[in-house]
């Protein structure tokens, strides 16, 4: 196969447009100093022993990966099975869940903060003001259509109802059909779901600063509260974000094809 110089060119530019500013922060985060000139004039570690001794630093990392990891749990226990059971047995309310999973990114979010401010600060008998549970609940619709596209592409390719009647004529349950058939089948759609939902998490400004703020500081707030300091501190701050979602990524990504290896 001949190799078109024009392709390798565009894909050559797209890699430099796309990393350049990756690098870009990453040189700041080992600067010395870093004005006037093209390339910095020396570099050190200091900046990072800086950051790692600062105690803001391993809360605010801790916190995130709290928020990330327990989204990520109460998110999938809710919208996996409910889009399951609404394209397996409900296909009207398949159609209205393919319009509500939308509607958090069609509504500004500091409306849904405000929403949730309200639902769970005590009108209702749940008093969640200041906590991390008001994120992690509050998260749970920003990423239901996260986990919903690419399901929805899973099963689209599957014959859903052929599979599920040959399940019945064996005698096997609803339960069984779906843990061991349909949920198999759309194992990559669920592991993409992660994999988004836990960099929404960790990405998140908004709600965590409307909701929580310096109550349950994350590494977005975190950033915000160095934007007007040492450019060198939230350089290193960004690159620490940039290596816990590239090591969580990979993870899954190896767990996945591991699995698929061992089918």
Known sequence: M?????????????????FLPIVAVGLNAFAVEWAGSILPVGYTWGWFAQMVTDPRFGQAVRNSLILAFGSLLASSLTC????????????????????????????PGIVMALGLLRLYAGNYGIVLTGSPWLLILGYIPLGASLYYMPMKSSLNALAVQDLLEAGYLLGVSDLKLQWRVILPCVRQGVVIGLILNFTLVISEFVYSNL???????????????LRGGSGHLLSVLIMVYFVIVLIAT????????RRKEAL
């Not at 110089?5 to 447009?17: H, N, S, W």
């Not at 909701?211 to 977005?220: D, H, S």
Request: hydrophobic content about 60%.
């Open 2 to 18: 001949r190799l078109d110089p024009v392709r390798i060119g565009l894909l050559a530019l797209l890699f430099v447009v796309l």
């Open 80 to 107: 996996v099975p409910a889009i399951l059971a609404a394209h397996c047995y409900y296909p009207k309310l398949d159609r209205l869940l393919g319009g509500l999973v939308v509607l958090p990114y069609a509504v």
């Open 211 to 225: 909701l929580v703020g310096g109550l349950f500081p994350t590494m977005q707030i975190l950033m915000y509260v």
């Open 250 to 257: 990979t993870l899954v990504s190896l767990i996945v094809m």
